[in-house]
């Protein structure tokens, strides 16, 4: 059985080149694909987002650039802005995880009362 594949996606606005600004953030979730199944998941998001225009890059403990996920560009109608007739440019990034994040709870050292 193939790993599922789950997804953040985080919208910002690049209608200003001197300033980003972003718009909303999804929270981590599966997206019914799988590993073997990434370039179908590549290409729905294409669909959804538009063009592709980067990748979203990490770099790991050894100092290593990997590729995690995608930045796709479309022109959207803004909600956020002053008219409604506006729109702006919007970078959709996606980043890809292999499970759902876990929260770990680190407890400060106690202090000793008596």
Do not use: N
């Not at 790991?60 to 959207?76: C, E, L, M, N, P």
């Not at 729109?87 to 106690?110: C, D, H, N, R």
Request: charged share 30%.
């Amino acid at each position: 059985m193939s790993t599922p594949i789950f997804i953040r996606e985080e919208y910002v606005d690049v209608s200003d080149e001197e300033k980003s600004y972003i718009v909303r953030e999804s929270d981590v979730y599966e997206t019914g694909y799988t590993v073997d199944e990434i370039g179908k998941l590549y290409r729905a998001c294409q669909k959804e987002h538009g063009r592709c225009v980067s990748k979203v890059y990490v770099d790991d403990i050894s100092g290593r650039t990997k590729a995690i996920g995608w930045v796709f560009r479309s022109r959207k109608e803004c909600d956020h802005c002053y008219k409604s007739t506006d729109t702006y440019l919007q970078e959709t990034w996606i980043t890809l995880y292999s499970g759902m994040p876990k929260t770990v709870t680190i407890y400060a050292k106690p202090i000793v009362i008596g």
